[in-house]
């Protein structure tokens, strides 16, 4: 759970890794999650959120106030 995105809901996928004579071993696709800190005016206060490269973009997009929203929605603490 510590390796997932609370925006987008990105988590680590298992798959397989195929070397040039075709044998093939398990690995994981893991996303690129950061912790960053959004400045939310409406509580004038910082929150800090672990969102991967993809929720960073839907943040800069949609804004913070709306997506703290639907995390809230949800059930998650924020």
Do not use: A
């Not at 759970?1 to 987008?8: D, F, G």
């Not at 070397?19 to 912790?35: A, G």
């Amino acid at each position: 759970m510590s390796n997932r995105c609370q925006v987008t809901g990105r988590e680590p996928r298992s798959g397989k890794h195929v070397s040039f004579s075709h044998k093939r071993n398990n690995r994981w696709f893991k996303p690129n999650i950061q912790t960053k800190k959004y400045w939310l005016e409406s509580e004038n206060r910082w929150v800090k959120l672990k969102v991967s490269t993809k929720g960073n973009k839907v943040i800069d997009k949609r804004g913070i106030e709306s997506v703290v929203k639907e995390i809230r929605s949800r059930g998650e603490k924020v």
